[in-house]
């Protein structure tokens, strides 16, 4: 079973930036897709970024596109999501997920069986 801890938010001003950082365990991490999801007060779980198995494809959401970055170590079982030019509506729980698949609709939540416990992301005014 794999187990995830995100890391890297906290609070920042519209424009700054932010590396969140999951580390992962269990032997799906390394061939499997990683996904950001983002959930704020009273709205639903949004998708963020996806990157595949091994790195070699990248998905984003038009929101996201352009400021946000994801990445993934594999050797160090760990998945970034870089954050530029942060805005006050990028506020919420970022959590990652892992899928225990090597391919499928990235975007999909359903394809994500293991979930971290979410790290804050704070942007002010």
């Known amino acids: 079973q794999a187990k995830l801890v995100e890391s890297g938010g906290g609070l920042v001003q519209r424009g700054d930036s932010l590396r969140l950082s999951c580390v992962g365990s269990?032997?799906?991490?390394?061939?499997?897709?990683m996904g950001w999801f983002r959930q704020a007060p009273g709205k639903e779980r949004e998708f963020v970024a996806a990157?595949?198995?091994?790195?070699?494809?990248?998905y984003y959401p038009k929101s996201a596109k352009g400021r946000f970055t994801i990445s993934r170590d594999n050797a160090k079982s760990t998945v970034y999501l870089q954050m530029n030019n942060l805005k006050p509506e990028d506020t919420a729980v970022y959590y990652c997920?892992?899928?225990?698949?090597?391919?499928?609709?990235?975007?999909?939540?359903?394809?994500?069986?293991?979930w971290g416990q979410g790290t804050q992301v704070t942007v002010s005014s």
């Open positions: 990157i595949s198995g091994y790195g070699d494809r990248e």
């Open positions: 269990g032997r799906t991490f390394s061939g499997s897709i």
């Open positions: 997920a892992a899928s225990e698949m090597v391919r499928g609709n990235m975007a999909n939540a359903g394809i994500y069986k293991h």
